[in-house]
């Protein structure tokens, strides 16, 4: 039984003893299941396991973060009376190549408020973003790269 698995029954479990399968629940006996299973690790050998976890935490709190800050971004542009807004459409060389990782990289980039992927090359090596602040198209296009996709690229690894 692979370690994921086994932290996901022990989850369960946990939700199981408590007596309710709420969300709560199920993080909290995920949370404990894994510090078990990290104290446990010895037994499994050496598992890629434990450093993904943090890796998807870090790209999850990132993503969080660049929504918080775009929205604030946004809403000040359209409620104050000058927009700074600078609207354009950049080319973002990829380093994702599987299909999962260039989807969630369009994606996250999508779901930031003032960005939204357009296209995608027919060679699968850049992707066309559409900003809505674009006041040096280079300083954008190494944000995301040392952002969202580095993030993505990492915790998929």
Not at 101 to 130: F, Q, W
């Amino acid at each position: 039984m692979n370690v994921f698995a086994l932290n996901v029954f022990l989850a369960v479990s946990w939700a199981a003893l408590v007596g309710s399968f709420t969300l709560a629940n199920l993080l909290i006996g995920y949370g404990i299941g894994y510090v078990a299973l990290w104290i446990a690790s010895p037994l499994f050998g050496r598992n890629a396991y434990f450093v993904r976890v943090w890796r998807v935490l870090r790209l999850i709190v990132l993503f969080i973060y660049e929504l918080v800050v775009s929205s604030l971004q946004v809403v000040w542009d359209v409620i104050t009376p000058t927009h700074l807004s600078r609207p354009g459409i950049i080319a973002l060389p990829l380093d994702a190549e599987k299909d999962l990782e260039i989807l969630l990289v369009a994606n996250l980039i999508s779901l930031t408020p003032g960005s939204l992927s357009l296209d995608l090359s027919p060679d699968r090596k850049t992707l066309y973003v559409h900003a809505m602040f674009v006041d040096d198209a280079e300083v954008l296009r190494k944000a995301l790269k040392s952002g969202i996709e580095r993030s993505v690229l990492e915790a998929l690894e």
